[in-house]
């Protein structure tokens, strides 16, 4: 059993950086894709970004591509998510998560871990 622990949440104001990190208790290596979802209130849980087990520079949403970043560094079993040019509509709870593949997908619904999840919050 993966957990994961997601810290680097806070509020902010609009235009201003985070970064965010997912410590997993167990090494995840190439095996593991992993990716970072967010829920807004009254929202489903949506895809942010993916990365595979292999890492590269990963996919992420068309609506927070050219700002986000996600990156992982397997030696200490962390996934980051770096935010840039943050705006209020990316204010919600970003959950890590993590599948039992190296092959990345963009649906909540194929993750078999998830962390508790860190509030964003981005005031205008």
């Known amino acids: 059993q993966v957990q994961l622990v997601e810290s680097g949440g806070g509020l902010v104001q609009a235009g201003d950086s985070l970064r965010l990190s997912c410590t997993a208790s167990e090494r995840t290596t190439t095996g593991y894709a992993m990716g970072w979802f967010r829920q807004a209130p009254g929202k489903e849980r949506e895809f942010v970004a993916v990365?595979?087990?292999?890492?590269?520079?990963?996919n992420c949403a068309n609506s927070v591509k050219g700002r986000f970043t996600i990156s992982r560094d397997n030696a200490q079993n962390t996934l980051y998510l770096q935010m840039n040019s943050l705006t209020p509509e990316d204010t919600a709870v970003y959950y890590c998560?993590?599948?039992?593949?190296?092959?990345?997908?963009?649906?909540?619904?194929?993750?078999?871990?998830w962390g508790q999840g860190t509030q964003v919050t981005v005031s205008s």
């Open positions: 990365i595979s087990g292999l890492g590269g520079r990963g």
């Open positions: 998560a993590a599948r039992r593949s190296s092959i990345v997908r963009t649906t909540p619904g194929d993750y078999d871990y």
